[in-house]
């Protein structure tokens, strides 16, 4: 008789690694969308990049351009685009702390729940482009649904040391 630990291989260590690469492709975004400003001209910190800042606006108009939701359509356009800087700042600090969450497994609920609302908001926003888009962003929704209902980042993840240090931590049961 074989024991279905073995059978099933460890499916919490397998959905912990697939939450980390996930985490890395998110957090690639301090890379490319993050840049560094300096408040006094010697204190530095982070800020969307001047890049990013610029890309984001052009990118936005032409995938509103052919989205066929009429009312996203017009949040692309009328509230989005005029403001870009807003957005690009809310989108590149998204998803760095996307990343953070699910690299490292640290309040893994909260940044599968925030990654699920990005993900849908780019799938709405790139879903006519090409069948390659529209399966990206599902699949990216069902490993999001996945880590936020496994909760994780119990498995090779900060969220499981938050609990063995306070198990009876009303937070730390809710957000972990």
């Known amino acids: 008789m074989t024991d ?10 397998w959905i912990a690694a697939l939450r980390m690469v ?21 204190l530095p910190y982070p800020v969307a990049s001047g890049r990013w800042q610029a890309v984001m606006p052009k990118l936005i108009a032409k995938y509103a351009a052919d989205n066929p939701f009429p009312s996203y359509k017009g949040f692309l356009l009328d509230t989005v685009i005029p403001h870009s800087h807003v957005f690009a700042t809310l989108t590149a600090f998204g998803e760095v702390a996307v990343g953070i969450s699910l690299l490292f497994g640290l309040l893994t609920p909260v940044g599968a729940f925030f990654g699920t609302l990005q993900v849908l908001f ?47 931590s009303r937070f730390v049961r809710l957000f972990t």
């Open 22 to 42: 996930v985490g890395a492709w998110f957090f690639k975004s301090i890379i490319t969308k993050i840049g560094i400003a300096f408040a006094g001209g010697f």
């Open 122 to 168: 780019y799938g709405f926003a790139v879903q006519q482009q090409s069948s390659g888009q529209q399966g990206f962003h599902v699949m990216l929704f069902a490993m999001m649904i996945t880590f936020f209902f496994a909760r994780a980042g119990r498995r090779l993840g900060v969220d499981a040391a938050l609990r063995a240090r306070w198990p009876s």
């Open 4 to 13: 279905s630990r073995t059978t099933m291989r460890a499916p919490d260590s």
